[in-house]
């Protein structure tokens, strides 16, 4: 008795961690991206709209075991993060890329 409930949690453990697995999404950055980076411990002003996410950073350097280098572009120094901490940036648009359309005045 005792040792099918221990293979049945066996079997419970190795098909919560395949569910779990297949929903971790995988990050893959590249020298030279802009990230932001997470600061967790950033807790002087507290705030609930108050953003965590600091940057942008540059990819400098990214090792086998996920660690990450970036580079500030402020004070361009590089320091070594857990790449869990990043995320991808996105930059806004330029003025220079915007397209106005002339619209036509309907005739009533």
């Not at 996920?66 to 500030?72: C, E, F, N």
């Not at 990043?86 to 330029?94: A, N, R, S, V």
Request: aromatic share 12%; glycine share 6%; proline share 3%.
């Amino acid at each position: 008795m005792r040792n099918e409930a221990y293979e049945n949690s066996v079997f419970y453990k190795m098909k919560t961690k395949a569910f779990h697995d297949a929903r971790i999404s995988r990050k893959n950055f590249v020298v030279g991206q802009k990230v932001l980076f997470y600061h967790s411990k950033l807790k002087l002003f507290p705030g609930k709209l108050r953003s965590r996410w600091l940057g942008p950073f540059v990819i400098t350097k990214i090792f086998a075991h996920g660690a990450v280098d970036i580079q500030s572009l402020e004070t361009n120094k590089t320091f070594k993060v857990n790449g869990h901490q990043l995320k991808e940036y996105h930059e806004g648009f330029q003025k220079d890329h915007i397209e106005t359309v002339a619209l036509k005045n309907p005739n009533l």
